[in-house]
């Protein structure tokens, strides 16, 4: 909550208004990404790693965490929804790289949420994420979060969908290591990978939101 100064009146918001809040900010933050995925398209797809379809630089993420860092959890949670459903109408892998981008990002919303619920039980706001010291501890624990979770759907997406129990696809070309294949290069390559995007799509959002004060100004949270 911001500070109330001489001649501001506060108000308080019932839970039903900020309910609508983060519902109407997560559906228009969701559509925002999908603009900016459909203007940067050429972008993100002369950036994706061959072999791998990941994208070196794709801001559609920085968007739904603005989204979260503004109206809250709830309204994060949904932009990251309604944006994956735009995603599929540009991405070229179909459905699967919406669903890895969407299962990468909800553990960047969800585990601070839920980390600081229980650290300081009395307040749940921005306030919160806007201290660096538990920004940085949240983020280094959601991007764990993160990792073990691309390892798993990249395993499971390779033996599944593309049928290569072995792997021998995977490599590590792009680090030059081309002779590393196979569960070496997944293991590898998926915690370098998530751990620079992660550390991008937190990092960005935090200046962009608390560096013009965009939590005070909105205070929705």
């Given at each position: 909550?911001?500070?109330?100064?001489?001649?501001?009146?506060?108000?308080?918001?019932?839970?039903?208004?900020?309910?609508?809040?983060?519902?109407?900010?997560?559906?228009?933050?969701?559509?925002?990404?999908?603009?900016?995925?459909?203007?940067?398209?050429?972008?993100?797809?002369?950036?994706?790693?061959?072999?791998?379809?990941?994208?070196?630089?794709?801001?559609?993420?920085?968007?739904?965490?603005?989204?979260?860092?503004?109206?809250?959890?709830?309204?994060?949670?949904?932009?990251?929804?309604?944006?994956?459903?735009?995603?599929?109408?540009?991405?070229?892998?179909?459905?699967?790289?919406?669903?890895?981008?969407?299962?990468?990002?909800?553990?960047?919303?969800?585990?601070?949420?839920?980390?600081?619920?229980?650290?300081?039980?009395?307040?749940?706001?921005?306030?919160?994420l806007?201290?660096?010291?538990?920004?940085?501890?949240?983020?280094?624990?959601?991007?764990?979060?993160?990792?073990?979770?691309?390892?798993?759907?990249?395993?499971?997406?390779?033996?599944?969908?593309?049928?290569?129990?072995?792997?021998?696809?995977?490599?590590?070309?792009?680090?030059?290591l081309?002779?590393?294949?196979?569960?070496?290069?997944?293991?590898?390559?998926?915690?370098?990978?998530?751990?620079?995007?992660?550390?991008?799509?937190?990092?960005?959002?935090?200046?962009?939101?608390f560096?013009?004060?965009?939590?005070?100004?909105?205070?929705?949270w």
């Open positions: 909550m911001s500070e109330v100064r001489a001649g501001e009146i506060e108000t308080v918001r019932s839970k039903r208004s900020e309910l609508i809040l983060q519902i109407t900010g997560g559906a228009i933050f969701g559509a925002l990404s999908t603009v900016m995925a459909i203007m940067l398209k050429p972008i993100i797809d002369a950036s994706r790693i061959t072999g791998w379809g990941i994208a070196m630089f794709d801001p559609t993420s920085w968007v739904w965490i603005i989204c979260f860092l503004v109206f809250g959890t709830y309204a994060g949670l949904i932009g990251c929804v309604t944006g994956s459903f735009g995603l599929l109408l540009i991405d070229p892998s179909g459905w699967i790289g919406p669903v890895f981008k969407f299962c990468a990002t909800v553990p960047l919303i969800i585990i601070p949420f839920l980390i600081l619920k229980l650290w300081e039980k009395d307040t749940t706001n921005s306030l919160k806007k201290n660096p010291k538990y920004y940085v501890v949240t983020g280094g624990l959601s991007i764990t979060i993160r990792i073990i979770v691309m390892i798993f759907l990249n395993y499971l997406f390779f033996i599944t969908v593309w049928g290569i129990k072995n792997l021998d696809y995977a490599t590590l070309e792009v680090l030059g081309g002779d590393i294949t196979g569960k070496t290069a997944v293991l590898i390559f998926t915690p370098i990978i998530n751990l620079y995007a992660g550390a991008l799509d937190l990092a960005v959002p935090y200046f962009l939101v560096g013009p004060k965009l939590d005070e100004k909105f205070g929705f």
